[in-house]
């Protein structure tokens, strides 16, 4: 039996468009049968974040940052004509009219099709994002684990 | 006869700094033999753009985004240092200088060394790109071609 | 005897997080036994500056430049929440209370572990940076030399 191809990418990002193509590429690679990680680090832990409260005891610097970043991946910006959040709004629209999947969905569509969504955990300290905070089902783990997933990657993306 | 090694690369920014790390990169891989492949998709597409206005006919939306993006590669602004558009002349100004190729030519060059560019069907969509108002002799694809490219490359890199 | 696995990495970017990832990722790969190279191109130059003032001959738009640009990987801005320069503060802050290491002691520590850094002569040029500005025991190439790393490599990232 043939061994799976394997796809990995770092989700550093934490923007709504970048997240899109992150996941888009991971989707279409399950869909050909590859082993997919994404590999949430720094920003790209926003896209997923509950996106209620949780209550969770923090300290002053994990609150401000906990208040600023985007709770969850329908708050994100755009990484251009982000327009103070008009752009979002302007692409969600077109999207909807062209029935193309929102981020969410396609979050939840790569849950489905078994992609393995891991939370870097130096960078949720940094952040202090805690696990509570975080989506159900997902992975958590270090560069070593990235390290070892990619070194054997047919396609390894840093977006 | 040895297969050819590919190259891979999706270039989803639209600034002229980071479209030139990719024409380079991929120019380069040409030059050693490599199959190569620049998949444009969201403000990676501003690059393929016409520079002259193609009447085409759009929704509101669609024209907004036609408006507020740069239209062709010379228009790009940069990534790091824009000043309102006064960084892209300055940089320009010493690639002449220094004898430099200009992104609208490394784009040129790419073509001559039969770089395939592709455009993504799906942010045209989203951004209400027609084929009229991009360059010729370029491809258009999805996700799944992308995956084709890239699960058997040498270099895959997302820009 | 086996051969090494490769991990070959572009810095094009100039902000504090995104070298962080990339030293991170590329000293974790090290110490997995790989042959590790970082490929300085653009704004990721400014994290091989020396931090201290070098007096070399410059033009005009070369000083521009000098000045313009973070000197040293210690005064890079952050790629999100930068808050004119409040965001590396918090973030430093964050780093030193979870005892992680910080961007110039990973680049120290990059050149323990035999990471090649290499700083993209083309770009240096551009940007007007001269090798007495830049650390030493870096590498100075083209874009031959980094097609040359990339294309037999297991990881290759653009960060």
């Known amino acids: 039996m043939a061994e799976k191809k394997k796809t990995t990418i770092v989700l550093f990002s934490g923007e709504y468009d970048k997240a899109m193509a992150a996941y888009i590429i991971a989707n279409g690679a399950a869909a050909y ?3 997919v990680t994404i ?18 005891k923090k300290n002053f ?13 329908d708050k994100m910006g755009l990484s251009k004509m982000n327009f103070a959040g008009m752009g979002p709004k302007m692409i969600k629209q077109v999207m909807k009219k062209h029935n193309a999947m929102t981020l969410p969905q396609l979050i939840e569509m790569a849950q489905e099709l078994d992609v393995k969504l891991t939370a870097c955990t130096m960078t949720m300290d940094l952040l202090g994002l805690q696990k509570e905070e975080l989506l159900d089902g997902i992975e958590y783990a270090g560069v ?15 977006i």
Request: hydrophobic letters at 45%; glycine letters at 10%; a negative charge.
């Open 33 to 35: 049968d590859h082993e």
């Open 39 to 56: 590999f949430h680090t720094f920003w790209g832990l926003n896209a997923l974040r509950k996106d209620q409260h949780v209550p969770v």
């Open 61 to 73: 610097l994990e609150k401000v940052f906990g208040k600023m970043m985007p709770r969850g991946a």
């Open 144 to 158: 070593a684990a990235y390290i070892g997933d990619a070194e054997n990657g047919s396609i390894d993306l840093f």
